[in-house]
């Protein structure tokens, strides 16, 4: 952090004992037992190996790259070998004592993961020599040209990524290419390892070439007429939809499942960031008009006792919109006038507010208490019932094509320059002529109204609803998945949602430590990329960086 | 004829009497400053005159309507328009951007014109834009657009903040210590600029300044303050003359000392 201080042998034991610590850590709460059935590379390397390395492997390259130039590897060595420490002392102690009575996760399981099954000795020596390797390659990998380190880093990263996802990527290969080709490739859910070997070998070298041509690549783009320039983004969109069109084809029953349910969140999402990202409002209780929106699409259509009208989804959908935006606008007008942290409780209140009601006696004849709402119907189109999660995604991915729309043509008008305006400075966002309750009630109600979207597409997509699906956590999800992505950003709020909502449905090992993940996901994301993973401020100035070749004059000269 | 009259204006923040029965008059198209020590009132004044503050007594009246219990954002849309003492752009935006804000005002379309791209906004943004890049060759940025508003240098961030004012195409601009910070050339050149603003395009300018070199070059007309209380108001030279003046900023007994030797001439 600090360049000046100097690295000393101490700060790198101390990383080597943090790292050390850490790995004891997830040992401990069980993830490293959990994940030791998910193999990586068939009879290899499974990702519990991978969980127990992590941490020594990045703290060892955080050694490197703080130390100076000629002790790099040095530091990356000891920082390795000091994280063995800790992970040692747990597995003498396990060997030693029945440390089970109080740390229910230390099984003999995961001692044999923790000693590569080798015995408390044998193992501990094995580990040592591991970490100490794997500090030393990090630190290797750091003094590595950054042309080189980078290809290296993205091809581990996909190989890792594949690894992991063998299972569902095995399912996929044998629908489109069959059992016999499958099975070169991933057998027993974990990659072979040739394969595992030609990816690393293949994505690192696309990488490394596409490092050396991407910038000659990147000026013959910019060399470009405009309407060459033209031609191209219309092509890559147009590609882009095909892809996005298609994608239930590819991606089979399941993987459409997970999409809806990030679909969902991304639509849910693009909404809060318009009140969060655009205009600076911390709203916790947003979960409120997405369950808004869900109830009145599922009393509107419900077959069951508790449905009013039995109307079409496509009938119910827009009034879910319109319900869930005056309510925005309801809770808006008196919240609005106060600020940041006060608007925050009182939206949080909100949202626990719409959750009891739901739940309470007194509503239960309408909207059935804890019981909840059952069959809705799914959506139909034109006499098809939308059965199938590869049907439904259309309807999700039209949501969010409307609520990306909106966002990026609003953002770039005269009310997005309000609500930055706003977000940057309140005070003088008003002695500008901004009406701040009316600009603010405006993110309010168009971040509701995607909110009810969303709702509403939930409840037809479940066909049931409950109150305890509206829970608190929905609101911190969508938030966290903001903030992840990047505040602000459309393309982050896409990224936030794979990461939080896509990736813990695909591992659902994960499933148990979700909150564990999320907290830990938002204390590094602090630390290290506080802009999220897709900032919108670079990309948007990226994008200013052609517009200022048009009007170019020189400053006039102070005479 | 008078474009802004405060009539024995107060404003109280619990016991302290920030202003107090302040009275002054500009005259439409006038450079008038204000000036007085560290905590005279005169930050407040302005407040009040913007409507950031309410006024606890009294009266202030723009252009024949009275502003007292106007909405800040009323006022700016009746045409004042101000910058400030510590400059508040907004950092993160660029300065175009900035502009646009300050043209807030003027523009008309709805909020839902901007999602359809309707033929009224597209022109109406690419006016916008425009005017905005003609005001930034005004103030002496031009082509400096697109750079973020906290990455221009401190002279720059002063002369955007007074674009930034002047987009909303004000009557009345207030000005809050425009060369605080600045260098004596800076501050001439400043000068030069604010009054330029006043001939090419009529705008009436109170400014607070502590730099005696700019109030006795530009104003026209000077108000003293001191504890909120107005102790002295006329043209430069009367207020350079002034021995209460003298005593408010150096104290008593400097007064008369002083000026025999013939130093107040520089204070």
Not at chain 1, 8 to 14: E, I, W, Y
Not at chain 1, 227 to 233: E, F, L, V, Y
Not at chain 2, 77 to 106: C, D, K, W
Not at chain 2, 230 to 251: D, F, H, M, S, W
Request: hydrophobic share 50%; with cysteine.
């Amino acid at each position: 952090m600090n360049p000046e201080k100097k690295f000393t042998l101490r700060d790198a034991v101390n990383q080597g004992l943090i790292a050390g610590l850490i790995t004891s850590l997830i040992s401990m709460v069980g993830m490293v037992e959990l994940f030791s059935k998910r193999q990586l590379i068939a009879n290899l390397m499974t990702t519990a190996q991978v969980f127990i390395l992590l941490a020594p492997a990045l703290l060892s390259y955080q050694s490197a790259r703080k130390s100076a130039k000629n002790n790099a590897l040095a530091s990356g060595a000891v920082t390795g070998f000091f994280a063995s420490i800790p992970i040692i002392v747990l597995v003498l102690l396990a060997s030693a004592f029945d440390l089970r009575q109080f740390l229910v996760n230390v099984s003999p399981n995961l001692i044999s993961t923790l000693t590569f099954g080798q015995g408390p000795v044998v193992g501990s020596l094995i580990l040592v020599a591991i970490n100490t390797l794997i500090g030393l390659l990090a630190a290797i990998l750091h003094q590595l040209d950054e042309k080189i380190r980078n290809p290296i880093l993205t091809g581990l990263l996909w190989t890792l990524l594949v690894g992991m996802f063998s299972e569902i990527l095995q399912e996929r290969l044998r629908a489109f290419f069959g059992i016999s080709f499958t099975n070169l490739i991933i057998r027993s859910k974990a990659l072979q390892p040739t394969v595992a070997v030609i990816l690393l070998v293949g994505i690192t070298a696309i990488a490394y070439f596409w490092g050396q041509r991407g910038a000659s690549f990147s000026e013959r783009i910019a060399n470009q007429s405009a309407t060459q320039r033209r031609n191209m983004i219309i092509a890559q969109r147009v590609a882009f939809f095909v892809l996005l069109l298609a994608m239930p084809l590819l991606l089979g029953t399941y993987l459409s499942e997970v999409v809806n349910n990030v679909g969902i969140y991304v639509l849910m999402g693009l909404g809060l960031n318009i009140v969060v990202g655009f205009a600076g409002l911390l709203d916790l209780g947003y979960v409120a008009f997405f369950a808004i929106g869900a109830y009145v699409m599922a009393i509107l259509t419900s077959e069951g006792f508790l449905g009013v009208a039995q109307t079409s989804f496509w009938v119910a959908l827009p009034v879910s919109v319109i319900t869930a935006v005056a309510a925005g606008i309801f809770l808006g007008t008196p919240v609005l006038r106060m600020r940041g942290d006060y608007l925050a409780i009182v939206t949080l209140g909100f949202g626990e507010i719409i959750r009891i009601m739901a739940n309470s006696d007194l509503l239960k004849p309408f909207i059935g208490g804890a019981q909840g709402v059952l069959q809705i119907p799914k959506p139909s189109f034109f006499g098809t019932s939308l059965i199938q999660p590869g049907q439904l995604y259309y309807v999700v991915l039209g949501g969010v094509l409307l609520a990306w729309f909106v966002s990026t043509r609003l953002s770039n008008s005269r009310l997005g320059r309000q609500w930055m305006a706003m977000r940057e400075d309140e005070d003088v966002a008003e002695a500008m002529g901004i009406n701040l309750v009316n600009t603010k009630l405006l993110a309010f109600a168009i971040g509701a109204g995607f909110s009810g979207l969303s709702g509403a597409i939930y409840a037809s997509k479940l066909t049931s609803i409950f109150p305890h699906s509206f829970n608190l956590l929905i609101s911190i999800n969508v938030l966290s998945l903001i903030i992840v992505g990047g505040m602000g950003s459309l393309p982050g709020v896409v990224i936030g949602s794979l990461i939080l909502v896509g990736l813990p449905e695909l591992l659902r090992e994960f499933a148990e430590f979700r909150l564990w993940m999320y907290g830990a996901l938002l204390i590094v994301m602090m630390l290290a990329k506080p802009e999220g993973f897709w900032p919108s401020a670079i990309t948007k100035r990226e994008l200013h960086a052609h517009d200022e070749s048009i009007p170019i004059e020189e400053p006039a000269a102070a005479d | 004829m008078n474009i802004l009259t405060a009539k024995n204006v107060t404003k109280r923040f619990g016991g302290l009497v920030a202003v107090s029965g302040l009275n002054i008059d500009l005259a439409q198209g006038s450079i008038v400053s204000i000036i007085g020590p560290n905590g005279a009132g005169k930050t407040t004044f302005f407040n009040c005159v913007t409507g950031f503050y309410k006024v606890d007594e009294g009266e202030i009246i723009f252009d024949g309507n009275l502003l007292n219990h106007k909405s800040t954002d009323l006022i700016t849309r009746m045409g004042i328009s101000r910058t400030y003492q510590n400059i508040r752009l907004f950092a993160n935006m660029t300065a175009i951007e900035n502009i646009l804000v300050g043209e807030h005002p003027h523009l008309k379309t709805f909020w839902a014109e901007a999602i359809f791209r309707t033929p009224r906004f597209l022109k109406e943004e690419k006016d916008a834009e425009a005017e905005a890049r003609r005001l930034l060759r005004y103030v002496g940025l031009a082509g400096l657009g697109d750079s973020l508003a906290r990455n221009l240098p401190y002279g720059a961030q002063r002369r955007l903040e007074i674009a930034r004012a002047l987009a909303s195409r004000p009557k009345l601009l207030l000005l809050d210590e425009p060369t605080a910070g600045m260098n004596p050339n800076e501050s001439a050149e400043m000068m030069r600029f604010i009054k330029n603003l006043r001939d090419d395009l009529g705008i009436t300018i109170l400014l607070i300044e502590h730099d005696m070199r700019v109030v006795m070059g530009i104003s026209e007309h000077i108000h003293v303050l001191d504890f909120g209380q107005k102790i002295a108001e006329g043209t430069p030279k009367e207020i350079q003359r002034n021995p209460r003046v003298i005593e408010a900023y150096l104290g008593r007994g400097a007064a008369s000392g002083l000026e025999a030797e013939g130093v107040s001439a520089t204070v």
